[in-house]
């Protein structure tokens, strides 16, 4: 669908010799006339393949599908129809109920943490520096095994629990030696889980998972919020072997998914630059280039006005294309707009575009005329002048 053309053909320009011995004997002016009849056949021989990208194909009504290059081609009219059943990106709950709980559970202590025992009417425990104390010397450190050692106690396993049932185990081990002892258990020090926060936020760090629950909004909080090069529409949340793709704007807005969204110890969280997945604009718009989805959305018609328009001197408005690859890796759906009634450009704003759609506006015939005019006519003229400055020296050659 896409031809690179090749130059004019060079048997033209052999034959002028024989147009030019044909014109021996003639005024030089002849000469002249003889070229401007060989430039005139090469103009009729390739105005219809001008060098360069184009793309003749207009689809007749329904999808026609064609082999191009090994790709499986299909040619679709951009119509209402096409609006309404173009493929839709919807948010796949199932995929993601895994990550996903109604109501998050409590903090799990794990190594590292530090606690803080308190024993009420048992100073000797709680307080055993006196008014010498600092929170860290006071804190119980959870080693590496999940224990903590606690006086009257011993090592004991919290590894695991919650701080209820940290209590309730040492209120339980406690009584063996204390009267109906009174204890209460928190979280000092936030040391063991954690959870990398990356790409384009405000501050990329790893984050320590506290008592408040790390979920998908929770996660971008602490790291500041989104970046204005940030695509919110594609974060890519990766856990041991697999990954997850979550649009979060979309996710914030269907019921609030995003606080449903529950992070855990060892999960990454990154946030891709828009502009890694653009679309391309090309062919006769005023400024070709790539433009960069917001929030993951750009319409046909707002990508087509970001472009500075299609180029009235030379594009052919009938000839709008919107190229995107297919399900399959060999397939490339093609989408034809015809735009010479603006009317057509509602349809337009309606199309969504795909991150690395390539949007293209094909030149009109008499610009492909112009452009091979444009290629040739050095040539000819170069060629013309050969002739006739030989001819003229034979000519006074022979007066002479």
């Given at each position: 669908?896409?031809?690179?053309?090749?130059?004019?053909?060079?048997?033209?320009?052999?034959?002028?010799?024989?147009?030019?011995?044909?014109?021996?004997?003639?005024?030089?002016?002849?000469?002249?006339?003889?070229?401007?009849?060989?430039?005139?056949?090469?103009?009729?021989?390739?105005?219809?393949?001008?060098?360069?990208?184009?793309?003749?194909?207009?689809?007749?009504?329904?999808?026609?599908?064609?082999?191009?290059?090994?790709?499986?081609?299909?040619?679709?009219?951009?119509?209402?129809?096409?609006?309404?059943?173009?493929?839709?990106?919807?948010?796949?709950?199932?995929?993601?109920?895994?990550?996903?709980?109604?109501?998050?559970?409590?903090?799990?202590?794990?190594?590292?943490?530090?606690?803080?025992?308190?024993?009420?009417?048992?100073?000797?425990?709680?307080?055993?520096?006196?008014?010498?104390?600092?929170?860290?010397?006071?804190?119980?450190?959870?080693?590496?095994?999940?224990?903590?050692?606690?006086?009257?106690?011993?090592?004991?396993?919290?590894?695991?629990?919650?701080?209820?049932?940290?209590?309730?185990?040492?209120?339980?081990?406690?009584?063996?030696?204390?009267?109906?002892?009174?204890?209460?258990?928190?979280?000092?020090?936030?040391?063991?889980?954690?959870?990398?926060v990356g790409g384009e936020v405000k501050a990329p760090a790893t984050y320590n998972v506290t008592d408040v629950p790390f979920t998908l909004a929770e996660a971008v909080n602490r790291a500041g919020g989104f970046l204005p090069t940030a695509d919110?529409?594609?974060?890519?949340?990766?856990?041991?072997?697999?990954?997850?793709?979550?649009?979060?704007?979309?996710?914030?807005?269907?019921?609030?998914?995003?606080?449903?969204?529950?992070?855990?110890?060892?999960?990454?969280?990154?946030?891709?630059?828009?502009?890694?997945?653009?679309?391309?604009?090309?062919?006769?718009?005023?400024?070709?280039?790539?433009?960069?989805?917001?929030?993951?959305?750009?319409?046909?018609?707002?990508?087509?006005?970001?472009?500075?328009?299609?180029?009235?001197?030379?594009?052919?408005?009938?000839?709008?294309?919107?190229?995107?690859?297919?399900?399959?890796?060999?397939?490339?759906?093609?989408?034809?707009?015809?735009?010479?009634?603006?009317?057509?450009?509602?349809?337009?704003?309606?199309?969504?575009?795909?991150?690395?759609?390539?949007?293209?506006?094909?030149?009109?015939?008499?610009?492909?005329?112009?452009?091979?005019?444009?290629?040739?006519?050095?040539?000819?003229?170069?060629?013309?002048?050969?002739?006739?400055?030989?001819?003229?020296?034979?000519?006074?050659?022979?007066?002479?």
């Open positions: 669908m896409f031809h690179l053309e090749p130059p004019a053909p060079v048997s033209l320009l052999k034959g002028s010799s024989t147009v030019l011995s044909a014109a021996h004997g003639a005024p030089p002016w002849t000469a002249g006339l003889a070229m401007a009849a060989i430039l005139a056949a090469m103009l009729l021989l390739t105005a219809c393949t001008a060098p360069g990208m184009k793309l003749d194909a207009k689809p007749s009504g329904r999808p026609a599908a064609s082999e191009q290059g090994g790709l499986q081609v299909t040619l679709r009219k951009l119509d209402a129809q096409a609006v309404q059943t173009q493929r839709v990106r919807p948010l796949d709950t199932a995929a993601l109920a895994q990550l996903m709980v109604d109501q998050a559970g409590p903090y799990r202590i794990g190594p590292q943490d530090v606690l803080l025992v308190t024993v009420w009417d048992h100073p000797e425990i709680t307080l055993a520096l006196g008014a010498y104390r600092t929170d860290n010397a006071t804190g119980s450190l959870v080693d590496e095994a999940g224990c903590v050692f606690f006086p009257y106690v011993g090592r004991i396993l919290v590894k695991g629990m919650s701080t209820s049932e940290a209590r309730a185990r040492l209120t339980l081990e406690l009584a063996k030696t204390l009267q109906h002892p009174q204890v209460d258990v928190k979280v000092l020090a936030f040391r063991s889980q954690k959870i990398y919110d529409s594609r974060l890519v949340l990766t856990r041991g072997g697999r990954s997850w793709v979550l649009d979060f704007q979309a996710l914030m807005s269907r019921s609030n998914l995003g606080e449903r969204i529950l992070l855990q110890d060892g999960d990454t969280l990154m946030v891709p630059a828009s502009a890694e997945d653009p679309v391309y604009m090309m062919g006769e718009v005023l400024k070709p280039g790539s433009l960069p989805l917001v929030h993951g959305t750009l319409s046909l018609a707002k990508a087509l006005s970001d472009a500075g328009g299609i180029d009235g001197k030379s594009a052919d408005a009938r000839s709008i294309y919107v190229i995107r690859q297919g399900q399959a890796a060999n397939s490339v759906d093609v989408y034809h707009l015809d735009a010479r009634n603006p009317t057509a450009l509602i349809l337009a704003d309606r199309f969504a575009l795909d991150p690395r759609d390539i949007v293209y506006v094909d030149a009109g015939t008499l610009v492909r005329f112009n452009r091979v005019m444009d290629l040739l006519l050095p040539t000819v003229s170069t060629v013309v002048t050969g002739a006739v400055g030989a001819y003229e020296i034979r000519y006074f050659k022979r007066a002479f």
